[in-house]
């Protein structure tokens, strides 16, 4: 991690630790960027996913799926050592080992079949139990809902991911694209639990979300959360 990084970093925990987590202080700039964002994706982003749906079988749609599942695998193992949870760790990186070679390379589920639950962890989540509030709301350009917590997590799990690793720069772009097409396609199936102000309605789940799991599901009991799982989180 270099300095500019580790600076980026401290700042973001400085800064979740004295703003209340529910506030929305930048809400005029959040919604200016959100206009931005939607922009994108109804001429880009949702007419595209719309075109992966309709031509891709279901059953290499669900392969992609596990595919990108199978590579957060790494950085599950990884939160999961670090929120003192060996157990779920070794449970974690045991579905990695399966589902990389008999599964495929990820594209098969196997580690599921096999009794071996799976888990959606980042550096953001294990920030949220070492006691790091989460920050106000942000509302990121192209990459959509966040926290300073949430930003300082991607920072940590970006490397801990799978694809970080892959050396070639179009490959890894490939990747990363691909990645975006996959999960913009499956919020195509959540949309029409959004009513009202689209805006506070996204800010307001995201954040429930959060709450969610930082806590571990412990005592934020919400059925709204396993609709938006795959959306808010991947």
Do not use: C
Not at 71 to 89: F, I, K, S, V
Not at 106 to 123: M, N, P
């Amino acid at each position: 991690m270099n300095y500019r990084r580790f600076t980026s970093i401290a700042l973001l925990f400085f800064l979740s630790n004295f703003i209340l987590a529910n506030d929305d202080p930048f809400e005029e700039y959040n919604r200016k960027v959100w206009a931005f964002n939607e922009f994108l994706d109804n001429n880009f982003a949702k007419p595209t996913a719309e075109v992966y749906t309709s031509i891709t079988p279901d059953f290499i749609e669900v392969g992609i799926t596990n595919f990108f599942r199978n590579l957060n695998e790494l950085d599950n193992t990884a939160n999961q050592l670090l929120q003192g949870r060996p157990l779920l760790a070794i449970n974690d990186f045991t579905r990695f080992l399966i589902n990389s070679t008999i599964g495929l390379g990820g594209f098969i589920d196997v580690g599921s079949k096999f009794g071996l639950e799976r888990h959606d962890e980042d550096f953001g989540q294990t920030l949220g139990t070492w006691g790091v509030g989460s920050g106000p709301f942000l509302m990121i350009p192209i990459y959509g809902p966040s926290t300073p917590r949430g930003l300082a997590g991607r920072t940590v799990s970006s490397v801990l991911s799978g694809t970080f690793a892959i050396e070639e720069t179009d490959v890894r772009i490939g990747l990363t694209a691909l990645d975006a097409l996959e999960t913009r396609a499956r919020y195509l199936e959540v949309e029409t639990l959004i009513i009202g102000d689209r805006y506070s309605f996204i800010r307001d789940s995201y954040m429930q979300y959060q709450a969610f799991e930082s806590s571990n599901g412990e005592d934020q009991p919400d059925d709204f959360v396993d609709d938006m799982d795959d959306f808010l989180l991947d």
